[in-house]
């Protein structure tokens, strides 16, 4: 478990990252309480929890898959510390590829 979130935080910089996005109607960002987000949003498309260590505290990572974007949201302490937005483009060979925007 510490090897997923040793690469997880590896890869963090490479991901597309932002202040705020755009999750349903709502504009989430960094410093927003999770719970009314849970409740606004629903259930993430995918829950992920890492441990906690004496380095770092424990996370959660909530994903939402939309047909034109996945929204990622790193929750600590109850509080989202980043948000990321990755659009979701139709490629020509029926396949998809995802795009990394900031927003």
């Known amino acids: 478990m510490k090897r997923l979130a040793l690469l997880l935080l590896t890869l963090l910089p490479l ?5 705020s996005v755009l999750l349903g109607r709502d504009l989430v960002g960094k410093g927003d309480a999770a719970a009314p987000i849970r409740a606004a949003a629903g259930e993430p498309s ?3 929890r890492i441990d906690g260590d004496e380095y770092s505290p424990p996370m959660e990572i909530w994903t ?3 047909t034109d974007k996945v929204v990622s949201l790193w929750i600590v302490d ?4 980043q948000a990321t937005e990755e659009r979701v483009v139709a ?3 029926g ?3 995802q795009v990394r925007e900031a927003h």
């Open 15 to 19: 991901a597309a990252s932002a202040e």
């Open 46 to 48: 995918r829950l992920d």
């Open 64 to 66: 939402y898959r939309f």
């Open 78 to 81: 109850g509080k989202v510390v």
């Open 91 to 93: 490629g020509g060979s």
């Open 95 to 97: 396949g998809s590829a």
